[in-house]
């Protein structure tokens, strides 16, 4: 069993950045693949980062490539999502998740975190 907490989310003007962290409970975090997806009100949650187990792969969606970046710190059972140069369409809540394997599928992580709400002012 692993919880999952995020943090970091807030208001931002458009250019600006944001760091977001995802804590994890319980002593097996290097065993997951940790992803961050979004949601913006009235679409499906989608995609955005994942990450392997020690941070050796690292996956991006095509709207955040270049200015997002993802990592972790197992030591701190942690992960992190560097968010850079933000615009209005990245408004959405974000979660965190872990699962077994890299992944682009929400369904094929076991457990989420609660969200942080990530608003860009244009």
């Known amino acids: 069993q692993v919880q999952l907490v995020e943090s970091g989310g807030g208001l931002v003007q458009a250019g600006g950045s944001l760091r977001l962290s995802c804590a994890a409970s319980g002593r097996t975090f290097s065993s997951y693949a940790m992803g961050w997806f979004r949601q913006a009100p009235g679409k499906e949650r989608e995609f955005v980062s994942d990450i392997s187990r020690y941070g050796g792969s690292t996956n991006y969606a095509d709207s955040v490539k270049g200015r997002f970046t993802v990592s972790r710190d197992n030591a701190k059972n942690t992960v992190y999502l560097q968010m850079n140069s933000l615009k209005p369409e990245d408004t959405a809540v974000y979660y965190c998740?872990?699962?077994?394997?890299?992944?682009?599928?929400?369904?094929?992580?076991?457990?989420w975190g609660q969200g942080t709400q990530v608003t860009v002012s244009s």
């Open positions: 998740a872990a699962g077994g394997a890299l992944t682009t599928n929400p369904y094929n992580y076991n457990y």
